[in-house]
């Protein structure tokens, strides 16, 4: 069966959705590999560190584990429209899901603030592409509006059944490590469904006694679209949306859907919230890359973050890191080659990179 070759749908008795699986909208999603990231691991001073490459996913993100789910859940409901406000890796995978189930989609995404890989592929596939001139939450604010007025299945990630599918790289990373629970789970935050779904994904193991213990699980943000950080960093704990910057697109979010759930991922699992500068994202983005691995620049906070929370104290050489590599390195090909001709980082910018990275930085 085709489900059976998709590594979301393999594990279909752990998650709560559509009857009839023959008619699962699938592109084979998931499966994707875990790398050794030997280099880094020593860069960031541990031992030990590996990366789970969600953007080897068919649209080239982890959001196609949420859309295989979300999308079979629509189509059995008879939804003929569905609809997305994103940065960009949302609507691509839902526009390829909505074309594969022969359901049309509409996108909405803030003009000139996502990058064209993203945009590209959301024509490629046919949805109906609306470019705003507002940002991603203004986006949002749009289609919330709209999904009441008209009979449109909401693909955002406040649809649960996104958080289901998007649990289930938890499963594959405990598969993949022979059942040996890593210590840590670095995740980047944007809208914050992600670190919210793999901690549900942990937890659930747990509960059905196939692990001893959970990781714990720490969110890094970009500074200029922090609301988690300063959230976590609040001593009395008032969430405030603030207006977001980074070039960073996929995770630049100010007022995020999911912080509560994620919050308390962090909390209960025992993990951290961290920021990181345009520059601390940008030379990470290039030593992943220097692996032979790459990821787009919201895939590579983790590693930024990583590095600072082993400065910290936070993360212990010998404790075991997965890293979650959220995108494609060729989702946004601008921000590589801004950054290696010299042009990316401001003087500013660079002037704030650590001597001991600036080496490294003029290597790369
Ligand atoms: N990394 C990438 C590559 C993303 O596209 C996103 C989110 C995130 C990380 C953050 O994940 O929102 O679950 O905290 N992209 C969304 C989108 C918002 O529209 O594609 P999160």
Redesign the pocket.
């Known amino acids: 069966l085709p489900i059976d070759q998709s590594g979301v749908w393999r594990f279909r008795d752990l998650l709560p959705i559509v009857s009839d699986f023959d008619r699962a909208v699938t592109l084979r999603e998931g499966n994707t590999p875990l790398y050794e990231l030997p280099r880094c691991a020593k860069a960031a001073g541990v031992d030990w560190l590996l990366a789970k490459h969600q953007g080897m996913n068919p649209t080239g993100?982890f959001?196609d584990t949420g859309m295989t789910a979300a999308l079979s859940v629509a189509a059995d409901r008879g939804f003929e429209w569905v609809a997305c406000a994103?940065?960009?890796?949302?609507?691509a995978a839902m526009a390829a899901y909505a074309a594969r189930a022969g359901l049309r989609s509409i996108v909405f995404i803030p003009e000139g603030k996502i990058a064209w890989g993203k945009l590209s592929q959301s024509m490629d596939y046919g949805a109906l592409t609306i470019q705003l001139k507002t940002d991603f939450d203004g986006c949002v604010n749009i289609l919330t509006d709209l999904v009441k007025r008209f009979p449109i299945y909401l693909l955002n990630?406040v649809n649960p059944y996104r958080l289901e599918g998007q649990k289930t790289p938890a499963f594959e990373i405990l598969e993949q490590m022979d059942w040996q629970v890593p210590e840590h789970i670095v995740v980047?935050?944007?809208?914050?469904?992600?670190?919210a779904a793999l901690g549900k994904g942990f937890s659930e193991m747990l509960h059905l006694g196939l692990i001893q213990s959970v990781p714990k699980i720490s969110v890094i943000q970009a500074e200029g679209a922090n609301p988690l950080y300063r959230w976590f960093t609040d001593t009395n704990r008032i969430m405030r949306p603030v207006t977001a910057d980074t070039r960073a697109t996929?995770?630049r979010?100010g007022n995020p859907a999911s912080w509560r759930k994620s919050a308390a991922v962090i909390e209960k699992m025992g993990g951290w919230c961290e920021q990181v500068s345009e520059a601390e994202i940008a030379l990470a983005k290039a030593q992943i890359g220097s692996e032979g691995v790459g990821c787009?620049p919201?895939?590579a906070v983790t590693f930024a973050g990583l590095k600072k929370l082993v400065a910290a104290g936070r993360v212990l050489r010998e404790e075991r890191t997965v890293l979650i590599l959220?995108?494609h390195t060729l989702k946004d090909s601008d921000y590589t080659i801004n950054y290696h001709r010299g042009e990316l980082l401001t003087a500013e910018e660079s002037a704030g990179i650590s001597a001991a990275d600036r080496v490294l930085h003029e290597e790369l």
Not at 86 to 91: D, Q
Not at 188 to 195: D, E, I, T
């Open positions: 993100s959001k994103s940065t960009g890796n949302t609507s990630s980047p935050g944007g809208n914050l469904a992600n670190s996929a995770i979010i787009e919201a895939s959220t995108g």
